[in-house]
């Protein structure tokens, strides 16, 4: 065999091996889903921004007879 064959047949042989592991993650690896992205107080500061900002919109458009 040439020297060409034989890394193409490792090759090969390695890509097989790989094709059977996949799909088979250990269990460390695999997330669990109990983290949310975001931390609980960034979490409450965006909550008080956003119904902070409505219940202002409201009052001034309640103050103002609805005109912008």
Known sequence: MTTSKRLAERKIIKFQK??????????????????????????GFFVFVVVGSSLFQ???????????
């Open 18 to 43: 790989n094709i059977t592991k996949r799909g088979s993650v250990p269990e460390a690896s695999v997330k669990k889903g109990k983290d949310y992205p975001v931390g609980p107080i960034l979490l």
């Open 58 to 68: 409201i009052i001034r458009t309640a103050l103002h007879g609805g005109m912008a």
